[in-house]
């Protein structure tokens, strides 16, 4: 069956970095999309980073110049920079393929002083 293995997440101060990675088996279907979504206590998932089979790149607003996300076949990364305290979230991986949509069980990345 089809897993997405996450790993990276933690504690960071603001101004600091972090790294996500994802790395998805299983899957044994075309992978159109892959990429990172959060959300927040009290708000709805949103929108981090998706980066296509093609190499093509999207970044919500709210991290756009911050967040890097990058692909290497079936892995998935997501470089965040710059670090403030609203990008504390839970972060899913998420994987879009030809025969149906993945995720991941989720990441907590916490960014306090």
């Known amino acids: 069956q089809v897993q997405l293995v996450e790993s990276g997440g933690g504690l960071v101060q603001p101004g600091g970095s972090l790294r996500l990675s994802c790395a998805a088996s299983?899957?044994?279907?075309?992978?159109?999309?892959m990429g990172w979504y959060r959300q927040a206590p009290g708000k709805q998932r949103e929108l981090v980073a998706t980066?296509?089979?093609?190499?093509s790149t999207k970044y919500g607003d709210s991290v756009k110049g911050r967040f890097t996300i990058s692909r290497d076949n079936a892995m998935v990364n997501l470089q965040m920079n710059s670090l403030k305290l609203e990008d504390t979230a839970v972060y899913y991986c998420?994987?879009?393929?030809?025969?149906?949509?993945?995720w991941g069980q989720g990441t907590q990345v916490t960014v306090s002083s």
């Open positions: 998420a994987v879009f393929t030809a025969r149906g949509d993945y």
């Open positions: 299983g899957i044994i279907f075309s992978i159109y999309v």
């Open positions: 980066i296509t089979s093609g190499g």
